[in-house]
């Protein structure tokens, strides 16, 4: 209970808010380098996973991808980028090291989606003449909507996860708040630094899932032809397996 | 916790490279043209593998035994918690929401969260992969469970199989793949994040990763990163062994694939 009451105290003394190692400046490079590294992965992924998806090839890499970002310590990525000849860029090993580790969830799930969008709701639509470009825009993105969405999620995810240990690796964000609390054996610090960052990845999964609602272009839709096609089960149970695909860090 | 590898690791503290690289029992002279790339730092050097391999072999055991530990004591939980989420469906939402959670929050904050706990130990690292392993481990095994045929199960309740005795005997033998593709997951992402221990000083590989960035020794952060890739992958490899030993029947044969498999539940059944 100590250390909760220390943590409490920490976040309330304004001055461990304030200043460039302060509590905003840390949150504002964590939110801005997230953001930024989202947005690089999605026009890396996306356009690859779409392509790969409508053609349908590809599928052992997209999947193999998720295995091998699984296996490949985000850590020693960050420290070896930072050893390496980018090191001395700047923020340049961490942006690399993000996009990295979101490009996979992203990759693997927009690829399965489109993959599996139904093939004869695909059928109909290439025996109505559509195009390859329409019939990829207007049935097989709609219908891969809700796995491209948990892949985004993912990323999301991953990526502020991945920030956090930038700061292990020298860079900044809000780990830093928990790096610099362990460096001077300050408990109260590091669960502060810990809470916040927590909260933070809470709150950005919490605006991914608004985000997914806000924006299903099948909304009311979807739930209705759920129930009308009986083991509708089977749908949610892949969304689910597919939080596995992302991996935390 | 007063597990064997917390000896070696206590005699190895957070971040501390020995001044000392080779053992009593290593030539103390590595060769003169080898120790070149120590001094140029090079990237890939067979000096420091030779001169260091003591201190790469407690690592690496370090490295093994907290993902060891991890995922067995993850599984004992995940296997309770998955029978009971089965039961009932209420305990399921409350379990796997849970679980997603804590799948959310970053391992350094988690590590972090759980240092006041358990102290600076190996406890911290061990609890906090053992409940990201919870996440993937449940869904695998209630995955598993759920996919056996109910024909199968009314058969072997026809045939006066009792609950624990259709469990043990019939579905957790048909669950099995799907339990091992859960294990597997969870050993590969364990040994990846095993290295972020190193911020409490029993990170295994981890520990030489943040003491070469200290030190800007590139070969020390090269070989102790290869080395957690190749004990992903081995760990990998040897529970897909062990799931083929374990379930003949997943082999494809000359039949379908569901074939095969609905020949042996019957045979499991009988």
């Not at chain 1, 693997?108 to 993959?115: E, F, M, P, Q, V």
């Not at chain 1, 695909?122 to 219908?143: I, N």
């Not at chain 2, 503290?13 to 070149?36: E, F, K, T, Y």
């Not at chain 2, 043990?168 to 997951?185: K, M, S, T």
């Amino acid at each position: 209970m100590d250390a909760l009451t220390g943590a409490w105290q920490w976040l309330t003394t304004a001055a461990n808010w304030a200043g460039d190692k302060g509590v905003w400046h840390r949150l504002a490079e964590h939110v801005q380098i997230s953001a930024v590294c989202l947005v690089l992965s999605c026009l890396i992924a996306l356009p690859v996973a779409l392509w790969l998806g409508h053609i349908g090839k590809g599928g052992a890499l997209a999947v193999n991808l998720s295995n091998i970002g699984r296996a490949v310590p985000t850590f020693a990525v960050l420290v070896l980028l930072t050893l390496g000849p980018l090191g001395s860029q700047g923020e340049w090993p961490t942006v690399i090291a993000l996009v990295l580790f979101a490009i996979p969830p992203l990759l693997t799930n927009a690829y399965l989606g489109i993959r599996e969008a139904d093939r004869d709701a695909v059928e109909a639509a290439r025996g109505m003449g559509m195009s390859g470009p329409q019939l990829l825009l207007r049935v097989e993105l709609p219908l891969a909507y809700p796995l491209l969405m948990t892949g985004l999620r993912s990323a999301a995810v991953q990526i502020v996860a991945t920030a956090t240990l930038a700061a292990m690796a020298g860079g900044g964000g809000l780990g830093r708040v928990i790096t610099a609390g362990f460096g001077n054996y300050d408990t109260a610090q590091v669960v502060a630094g810990a809470v916040l960052v927590a909260a933070l990845a809470l709150a950005v999964e919490g605006v991914m899932v608004a985000v997914d609602r806000l924006c299903d272009p099948m909304r009311g839709r979807r739930r209705a032809a759920r129930i009308g096609r009986g083991p509708g089960e089977r749908r949610g149970a892949r969304d689910d397996d597919a939080v596995a695909i992302g991996g935390a860090a | 916790m007063s597990v064997p590898w917390s000896l070696t690791a206590a005699a190895w503290p957070s971040g501390q490279v020995p001044a000392d690289p080779g053992g009593p029992w290593l030539p103390q002279a590595a060769a003169p043209g080898g120790a070149d790339c120590l001094v140029a730092n090079d990237w890939i050097c067979g000096a420091y593998l030779r001169t260091r391999s003591h201190e790469l072999l407690a690592a690496t055991v370090q490295h093994l035994g907290i993902t060891a530990a991890s995922v067995a004591l993850g599984l004992l939980i995940a296997f309770p918690l998955a029978l009971l989420a089965r039961r009932r469906r209420a305990v399921a939402g409350a379990v796997l929401g849970l679980t997603t959670v804590l799948y959310t929050i970053p391992s350094l904050a988690m590590f972090a969260l759980l240092t006041p706990v358990f102290g600076v130990s190996v406890a911290v690292v061990i609890t906090g992969l053992v409940l990201y392993s919870l996440t993937i481990l449940v869904r695998n095994i209630l995955a598993g469970l759920d996919a056996v045929p109910a024909e199968v199960r009314e058969a072997a309740r026809g045939m006066g199989y009792g609950p624990a005795r259709m469990l043990f005997g019939v579905e957790l033998p048909l669950a099995l793949p799907a339990v091992v593709a859960g294990i597997r997951i969870a050993t590969v992402s364990t040994v990846a994040m095993t290295t972020i221990g190193s911020v409490v000083g029993f990170g295994g590989l981890g520990n030489l990763i943040a003491s070469g960035l200290q030190g800007f020794f590139k070969a020390e952060v090269l070989t102790a990163s290869v080395l957690c890739v190749l004990l992903a992958v081995a760990a990998d490899l040897l529970l897909m062994a062990v799931q083929r030993m374990l379930t003949p029947w997943t082999r494809p044969r000359a039949g379908s694939r569901s074939g095969g498999r609905r020949t042996r539940a019957t045979k499991a059944v009988a």
